[in-house]
């Protein structure tokens, strides 16, 4: 599976406030450039706190590039994913609407009630994990349901779990031209936080758009400190 991942920060590195309220990062130029990164994937994955805090569509905006998927035989829209070990998704969340296919990935310590009343929603429930998701027992469950190419849109705590799974293969960041600040407002990547080795990136592209920087990576593996 190929994954990547996009996300808008802050010129601080932000990706939203302290209160996890979004923030204007990108403009027009950058949405499109999303929408067309979004009609290229076979699923499109968030964690359960963008559900909570955001409630996105996660859709494909631009009916042309709908049309172009369903002429090549795939669904309008890519699948969404939820990551929400306890099934916290609420049932009338905007990404378990019928204009997708929804999986939400929950752990085995899912209540049986909460699983069953996404599925009344319209979700396919996939279980992987003891208490919380694992991503690697998780990605191939995906793969094994037609997910070739995966893009991730966030939060700050998936990008960490995915980067810390060696599953990233991409990373694009759009730096928008303001600061957001507060020393508990979600980051690119949370998580523990490496402290040994890290994931390294290749810069692959740099492209002003909009009022700031496109940054495109590629990963290439894990590196020490004094490497
Ligand atoms: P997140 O990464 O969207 O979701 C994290 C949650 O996923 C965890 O709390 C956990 O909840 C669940 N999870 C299950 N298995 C996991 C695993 N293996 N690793 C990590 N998480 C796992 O949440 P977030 O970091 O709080 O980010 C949300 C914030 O980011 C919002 O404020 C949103 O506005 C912002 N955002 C910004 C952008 C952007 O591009 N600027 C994009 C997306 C989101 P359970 O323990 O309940 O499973």
Redesign the pocket.
């Known amino acids: 599976m190929h994954v990547f991942v996009?996300?808008?920060?802050s010129a601080d590195g932000k990706?939203?406030?302290r209160r996890?309220?979004?923030?204007r990062?990108s403009g027009p130029e950058d949405f499109t450039r999303v929408d067309r990164l979004r009609a290229a994937a076979d699923a499109v994955l968030?964690?359960?706190?963008?559900?909570?805090?955001?409630d996105?569509h996660l859709t494909v905006g631009d009916s042309s590039l709908r049309a172009a998927r369903t002429d090549r035989g795939a669904p309008a829209n890519p699948a969404r994913v939820v990551?929400?070990?306890?099934g916290?998704t609420p049932v009338d969340a905007r990404i378990l609407d019928s204009e997708a296919t929804t999986y939400v990935?929950v752990?085995s310590a899912a209540a049986d009630s909460r699983r069953q009343a996404l599925r009344q929603a319209g979700a396919e429930v996939v279980v992987a994990?003891d208490d919380?998701?694992?991503?690697a027992d998780a990605l191939p469950k995906l793969a094994a349901r037609g997910v070739e190419t995966l893009m991730v849109?966030?939060?700050?705590?998936?990008?960490?779990?995915?980067f810390a799974?060696g599953a990233v293969d991409e990373l694009s960041v759009?730096v928008g031209s303001v600061v957001v600040g507060g020393r508990d407002a979600?980051t690119l990547a949370?998580?523990d936080g490496f402290v040994e080795s890290f994931p390294n990136l290749s810069l692959e592209d740099v492209r002003r758009i909009d009022d700031g920087v496109l940054l495109e990576y590629a990963v290439t593996g894990r590196s020490t400190p004094d490497e």
């Open positions: 996009n996300a808008a920060m990706l939203s406030t996890r309220e979004q923030v990062i968030v964690g359960v706190g963008t559900v909570l805090a955001d996105p990551v929400d070990s306890s916290r990935v752990s994990g919380r998701v694992a991503l849109e966030g939060g700050g705590e998936i990008i960490y779990s995915l799974a759009y979600p949370d998580g």
